[in-house]
């Protein structure tokens, strides 16, 4: 297939258009810059010039694939939104793949019982915007839409998970949001790639997948592996929520969520099996870790 995939030079995306090529498809990548093209290519990525803010460009584009693959966000729904709208409205009625990647915090805290998706949404501040985006992918006729809803996102030494290991190198301990007796839900990058690819290949049109890897894992846990990667010896130390609103806003609520969730649906519908380690053995040893 050929496929566009914006966010490509992101933490997702590139990990995500790597796969896509190693499977065999055609990917191009969408680069706002210089530096992105740069980037692109030193991946193998070809790229294509756009940009999120270029709605009416973005249309454009996209005639010319066959799937395209949503991974890029401004983390604005004054951007986000009306970028995605105008490519759905370009693809309508071509049969064409459109998959948007969400998010767990979409769900809210779960309230300790292991959600699904079709559980109710109850979204974080930060993502409030995300559910009618969802929506208009899966509404818009004549494509095939599937939305991916991953955890907390981990390994390659990126993401949120960093966030601590910094912490702890900064300031001699892993710094978390809250009381740390609430539950990450996570998935290791090359295994969410690789549902990516499944998905892509073989998801059903309006499926909506989450990405999470075993149950989820306490905050205290994952920082004290944290700690101990980065050389601090698993020292840990509490950001009270409201201290923490004060420099991260809507973040700060985001990363103090209590939330389980299966991923029985994209195990069982397209035989995804993660194999990566777990945030605890990647932290404490794998990519994160203090060489």
Known sequence: MKILVTGATGYIGS?????LAKAGHQVKGLARSDDAKRKLESLAIQPVRGDLTDAAGLSALVQDFDAVVWTATSNSEAVDAPAVAAVLDKLAGTGKTFLYTSGVWVHGGTRGDVADEDSPLNAAELVAWRPSVEKR?????????????????YGRAGGIPGMLGSSAREGGAARFVGTGENH????????????????????????????????SFKVKDIAAAASEGAGAGGKTVAWPLEEARKQFGAFADALALDQKFSARRAEQSLGWAPRGPTIIEELRSGSYARR
Not at 15 to 19: K, T
Not at 138 to 150: E, K, N
């Open 15 to 19: 990990a995500v258009a790597g796969a």
């Open 184 to 215: 990450w839900p996570v998935v290791f990058v090359d295994d969410l790639a690789d549902l990516y690819v499944r998905a892509v290949e073989r998801a059903s049109a309006g499926a909506i997948l989450l990405a999470v890897q075993g149950p």
């Open 137 to 153: 992918v899966l509404a818009t006729q004549g494509i095939r839409g599937i939305v991916i809803r991953p955890g907390i996102v």
